[in-house]
């Protein structure tokens, strides 16, 4: 395992922020670790990286114990949420210093930020950061926690202010990294269909535990979220295909689209078996729907099910970002 | 490229030593960040500018003897002193507390480098700020001197006095920004610390006191080298009578970087939090 | 802070020093004298009775740079019939051009001096060296009176013609005043212009390529 907690917590006062957490990181995965804000991700992450104490429990990252904190410190690298940069430095030389405080000689540590600069699309390191647009200096700090090329990279929100084309950059960079190399990546993210895309693994945090766990698929199914159906029909359809869809077992609430005559919106068991039997039933009623759309419960939805009691009160909605 | 393991010194075919110790890593940076970046030079030029119209003045005042050779040179070395330990007290009081204001903190604290490391490498940048302004002031003292006896007093007072109570109170703002939560807040304690430390001292109650002045002054690392640099260069007095006012800003100097190394280890993110 | 410890912090001691010294003085004279004068054969100008002195400043006009020294002679002749009483000197400096008042402790240290009693017909002669602080014309004259009861003697006035000669480069220090602030701020100036060009380039040509280079 690369990360690895055991009843982990985090105290700021008389504030649990991390309530007694554990969890457990494939070597080479991604983990998504989501939640609404509030939640305790950012402390979460802050305690694996050694930038706050520990209240109780332990935790190893690839082995190391966190009341080993240069051993951790030397394993991982790290793209805070709030993260800045000296706008007065050049990116070469932003990266070679990182480099050199990760041990590296100044020549490899050069030759690594190179690198580095290129693999990114930061061709001119002599630029000075304050010149970096906010997708440029992402990847700048995406570039910085690779420096040493670490065992687990821990990111908090690293496509925060980045455009869809920035973003998916992004995620194919973090989804490589894994795979060629074998990275570790614990990924804190509001970003739900990109988690879905990407990650192995997925934790979703509420009032600072752990309230699922597991691949994205487990999630969804153990939540209990529903799949929805858009059908559409002829306008004097509408009674018949409601009272055929009320009555069909599998089926949970038909609702009407009011902005589009003809339009119901159906919950119903997510699979496509449920999806199938509606549809069969509608026809065995003699109605012929124009379109039948149906799409499964998903993470966001399942999200939304698991922490409907949420810290921060804040509404989040599938693909956008905080 | 040479392939590393976390935590490891680099080591290659050719056998290189060990990469540099990371205090000095990071005093480099630092000292670039500050002299390449306009901060430096712009703090150096100011005290430049006020420096040499004092010591136009001074000298003008020299000329028509409303003051002699040695309290013109005791004006410009104890000027010097104090602006140019505010210069370098400014710097190292945003040493810590301007990466927590400018988010750049997390990311130096999530790295293998000790705390102390890095607090020790900011002192040093930020005590380049006292070296310029010394190599600034010593042509003025050369030449407002008038002879080489005075000039010697000047350039020792400069060199040993003056570092010394730049040491402090460098330290002393490392210290503060340590451990206040914004850089503004650090700069006005920081600030408010050297007023507090400079000023009673001049007040003519205290130096008319034959009590508790004299021994105020003398505990005052700021008041204590001012007096030497006054009662070397203008008084006159002999060397050996002023070993008394080195104790303090010494003292200072050792106890203030302690304080400041000891509380890098509790170095935290704080507001940003 | 206030480094500019100098005038009136010495002024203040300079003043307290000396009324000391003039008490201390009046009264040693006094002291030694009271005894002596009640044996001494010489008759003493009555206490009540105006002063039988005249004073005398030299040069009557003079001229002096600014910053340079100037020497008075004080002489102080008792023209009475009977000694003088110990007296004391005054020196006083007037601008009589000026709404403003100059202050002599600026040009002397000391303002005061004691004289010891002069025998009828004697004088005592007092050298005093001023040094001007401001260029113009002055007017110094002095002033002797009796420490006790009344009497007071002025002297005739001196013109003094100040001038002033103050060099624009004083102790060769003009040119580090003028090049050492010139070096720094063109260093600075040259950093910033540097920085700013180098900026401007940055946004011409944006420092990003499309990502796509595997390693």
């Not at chain 1, 077992?249 to 999806?275: K, M, Q, S, W, Y």
């Not at chain 1, 099910?305 to 693909?319: F, I, N, Q, W, Y």
Request: hydrophobic share 45%; proline share 5%; aromatic share 4%.
């Amino acid at each position: 395992m690369a990360v690895t907690t055991q009843d982990l917590s985090v105290t700021y006062g008389t504030v649990v922020a991390v309530d007694r957490v554990s969890l457990q990181v494939e070597r080479g995965s991604i983990c998504g670790l989501l939640g609404p804000n509030g939640a305790g991700k950012t402390s979460m992450i802050r305690a694996l990286t050694t930038i706050v104490p520990v209240a109780g429990g332990t935790a190893t990252i690839v082995g190391h114990p966190l009341t080993d904190p240069v051993a951790v410190r030397s394993s991982i690298g790290v793209l805070p949420e709030s993260n800045g940069y000296p706008g007065a430095q050049t990116a070469l030389g932003y990266l070679r210093f990182y480099g050199q405080l990760y041990g590296m000689e100044a020549a490899d540590a050069e030759q690594r930020a190179l690198q580095l600069l290129q693999q990114f699309g930061l061709s001119r390191g002599q630029a000075r950061i304050s010149t970096f647009s906010r997708g440029m200096r992402q990847r700048l700090g995406l570039a910085r926690a690779l420096i040493h090329d670490p065992a687990v990279l821990f990111l908090d929100e690293p496509t925060l202010g980045l455009d869809p084309a920035g973003k998916e950059e992004i995620m194919v960079e973090l989804a490589r990294l894994a795979v060629e190399r074998g990275t570790t990546i614990f990924l804190c993210t509001h970003l739900l269909d990109e988690v879905e895309r990407i990650c192995d693994q997925v934790a979703i945090m509420n009032h600072g535990q752990v309230v699922a766990e597991g691949t994205v698929d487990e999630i969804v199914d153990s939540s209990g979220a529903e799949g929805f159906a858009r059908i559409r029909v002829r306008p004097e359809d509408v009674p018949v295909s409601d009272e055929v869809l009320r009555g069909t077992e599998e089926v949970r609430a038909v609702r009407f689209d009011n902005t589009r005559p003809g339009d119901l919106v159906v919950t119903i068991d997510n699979d496509h078996g449920a999806a199938a039997t509606s549809l069969r039933a509608l026809l065995d009623a003699g109605v012929e729907p124009r379109s039948f759309d149906f799409r499964g419960a998903r993470l966001s939805d399942a999200f939304m099910a698991l922490t409907s009691g949420r810290a921060g009160g804040d509404k989040v909605t599938e693909g956008v970002s905080q | 490229m040479t392939t590393l393991s976390a935590g490891s010194t680099s080591t290659d075919v050719a056998g290189r030593t060990r990469p540099a110790t990371r205090w000095t890593v990071i005093a480099r940076y630092e000292l670039m960040d500050l002299w390449s970046g306009g901060k430096g030079l712009s703090i150096l030029f100011g005290f430049t500018l006020v420096l040499s119209i004092l010591a136009y003045l001074a000298s003008a005042d020299a000329g028509i003897n409303l003051l002699d050779a040695r309290e013109s040179v005791g004006l410009l070395v104890t000027t010097s002193i104090a602006l140019g330990t505010l210069g370098a007290m400014v710097v190292s009081a945003d040493a810590i507390s301007g990466e927590r204001d400018r988010d750049t903190l997390e990311s130096l604290l999530v790295t293998p480098v000790p705390r102390r490391h890095i607090v020790v490498g900011k002192l040093l940048a930020a005590s380049s700020v006292w070296i310029a302004t010394l190599l600034v002031a010593l042509p003025f003292a050369a030449v407002m001197a008038g002879g080489p006896g005075v000039m010697s007093d000047a350039v020792t007072v400069l060199v040993v006095s003056g570092s010394l109570s730049a040491a402090a109170l460098t330290a002393l703002g490392l210290a503060i920004s340590a451990v206040t939560m914004s850089n503004r807040t650090s700069l006005v304690v920081s600030l408010a610390v050297l007023l507090a430390l400079a000023a009673p001292s001049q007040l003519p109650a205290v130096r008319s006191s034959t009590t508790v002045g004299p021994i105020l002054i003398k505990l005052n690392p700021v008041s204590a080298s001012l007096r030497l640099a006054e009662n070397v260069l203008v008084r006159q007095e002999p060397w050996p009578d002023q070993l008394v006012y080195f104790i303090s800003p010494a003292l200072a100097a050792v106890v203030f970087t302690v304080v400041a190394i000891r509380l890098a280890g509790r170095l935290e993110l704080g507001g940003s939090r | 802070m206030n480094p500019l410890h100098g005038r009136i912090g010495r002024r203040a001691l300079r003043d307290t020093a000396v009324s000391l010294a003039a008490l201390g003085v009046i009264a040693l004279i006094v002291a030694v004298s009271w005894p002596a004068a009640a044996a001494t054969t010489l008759p003493r100008q009555d206490a009540t009775a105006s002063l039988d002195v005249t004073v005398a400043v030299e040069p009557a006009t003079t001229s002096v740079v600014l910053g340079d020294s100037l020497d008075l002679q004080i002489t102080v002749t008792n023209s009475g019939a009977a000694a003088t009483p110990p007296l004391v000197l005054h020196l006083d400096i007037l601008d009589p051009d000026s709404d403003g008042s100059v202050d002599p402790e600026d040009w002397t240290t000391t303002l005061t001096r004691s004289i010891a009693e002069i025998p009828p017909g004697g004088s005592t002669d007092v050298p005093w060296t001023v040094q001007p602080i401001s260029a113009g014309t002055f007017t110094v004259y002095a002033v002797v009176v009796r420490p006790t009861g009344a009497g007071l003697s002025a002297s005739n006035v001196t013109e003094v013609t100040v001038e002033d000669k103050r060099s624009l480069n004083p102790g060769n220090i003009l040119p580090l005043s003028l090049g050492a602030p010139v070096l720094v701020g063109g260093a600075l100036a040259v950093q910033l212009f540097s920085v700013r060009r180098s900026d401007r380039r940055g946004r011409k040509r944006p420092a990003e390529i499309p990502v796509g280079v595997s390693t």
